[in-house]
């Protein structure tokens, strides 16, 4: 087990509109507002997602797309950025609902698109969490390590 003790920083709250993509535009209001590290979650709408699973196996992410209109009831997950590039990386995993009030989920991937509204809040924390190529299985894994 690795572990890391931090304090929050700053709270955001952040409503994202119609047509916006998820995760390129939390990714900007990181950037615009130099959030280098937190945890993110929400709720909301999507007309459209894509949702990814890691296959342990073939070592690579499968996505699937779906093509109508889901309630977000749920996501979570956390701000870095790579140790080596310093590009950002939000890696969220989202629970959706469809009309029948069946579930799903997967890793938040591009292309996952607002409907009504996007209702995010990102805790953003005082150290800055980095990720590391890990060699066995070719992800970007949070680095604890100074």
Same mark, same amino acid.
């Given at each position: 087990?690795?572990?890391?003790?931090?304090?929050?920083?700053?709270?955001?709250?952040?409503?994202?509109?119609?047509?916006?993509d998820?995760?390129?535009?939390?990714?900007?209001?990181?950037?615009?507002?130099?959030?280098?590290?937190?945890?993110v979650?929400?709720?909301?709408?999507?007309?459209?997602?894509?949702?990814?699973?890691?296959?342990?196996?073939?070592?690579?992410?499968?996505?699937?797309?779906?093509?109508?209109?889901a309630?977000?009831?749920?996501?979570?997950? %956390?701000?870095?950025?790579?140790?080596n !590039? =310093? $590009?950002? @990386? #939000?890696?969220?995993h989202?629970? *959706?609902?469809? /009309?029948?009030?069946?579930?799903?989920?997967?890793?938040?991937? %591009?292309?996952?698109?607002?409907?009504? !509204? =996007? $209702?995010? @809040? #990102?805790?953003?924390?005082?150290? *800055?969490?980095? /990720?590391?190529?890990?060699?066995?299985?070719?992800?970007?894994?949070?680095?604890?390590?100074?």
């Amino acid at each position: 087990m690795l572990s890391l003790k931090d304090s929050i920083k700053q709270i955001h709250y952040i409503r994202l509109v119609k047509d916006e993509d998820i995760l390129p535009s939390l990714i900007l209001y990181c950037k615009n507002n130099k959030i280098e590290s937190g945890f993110v979650f929400g709720i909301g709408a999507v007309k459209k997602a894509n949702l990814g699973y890691f296959d342990v196996i073939s070592n690579q992410y499968l996505s699937r797309k779906f093509d109508f209109n889901a309630e977000i009831l749920n996501c979570s997950g %956390n701000v870095s950025k790579k140790a080596n !590039t =310093g $590009e950002y @990386v #939000i890696h969220i995993h989202m629970l *959706l609902g469809d /009309r029948e009030c069946r579930s799903f989920g997967g890793h938040l991937m %591009n292309d996952t698109m607002i409907s009504v !509204t =996007g $209702e995010f @809040v #990102i805790v953003e924390t005082s150290n *800055l969490l980095t /990720r590391n190529l890990d060699e066995e299985f070719g992800l970007f894994l949070l680095n604890f390590t100074r």
